[in-house]
């Protein structure tokens, strides 16, 4: 058993020992809103949005991107769980910044082993063999923070199962202070109507 699967149990049993009433908490969440953002260990929308369990949905994927799977998801949210708002939370310094889909494809294409970033580009230092598949798998990844942000908030909008009545809210997270800065020309795209 490895370290990190011994913590985590170890934790688990901490959490479980004391869960009490949250075996109460129903399914939709109690604050009727949900968060798509990114997967960055450093963003603890718990913490940054003051969530308690059973607020909020939080949907998390690589970016915090409106990929078919955000979308549906958050269709679920609204449709049977009664979500009535919603925010997409890019943040600062995201990684995705720093590669390409093709660069992405490239990097697979060579060893499915963890590549290494040397300040100037990504590079494969692997020695098992990879696989062309990654060239074929839209990465979403973030070209410019501004404008990404504001095309997800439209993708989101404009998608035919979203409805016109759910505002979309678009901000980013500052890893350096904790803040959520709003981009009011996404929030403006994702107005209510």
Avoid at 67 to 96: M, P, Q
Wanted: proline share 5%.
């Amino acid at each position: 058993m490895s370290v990190v699967l011994k913590e985590v149990l170890a934790a688990n049993e901490v959490y479980a020992a004391s869960f009490g009433d949250k075996a109460q908490l129903s399914a939709p969440p109690k604050r009727q809103f949900a968060i798509l953002t990114c997967m960055d260990a450093r963003l603890d929308p718990a913490q940054y949005a003051g969530l308690r369990e059973g607020d909020a949905h939080v949907i998390r994927n690589a970016g915090g991107r409106a990929s078919e799977d955000a979308i549906r998801s958050l269709v679920f949210s609204y449709k049977l769980l009664g979500t009535r708002e919603w925010f997409v939370i890019h943040h600062t310094d995201c990684g995705l910044q720093f590669v390409t889909g093709e660069i992405m494809g490239d990097l697979l294409s060579k060893s499915l082993e963890k590549a290494v970033y040397d300040g100037q580009g990504w590079r494969d230092v692997g020695t098992t063999p990879g696989s062309p598949e990654g060239r074929y798998i839209n990465w979403l990844t973030i070209h410019e923070p501004d404008a990404c942000l504001v095309e997800d908030v439209q993708r989101i909008r404009h998608h035919p199962l979203v409805p016109r009545w759910i505002p979309i809210y678009g901000y980013f997270y500052d890893v350096k202070s904790g803040r959520l800065i709003e981009l009011p020309e996404a929030s403006e795209a994702g107005r209510a109507s």
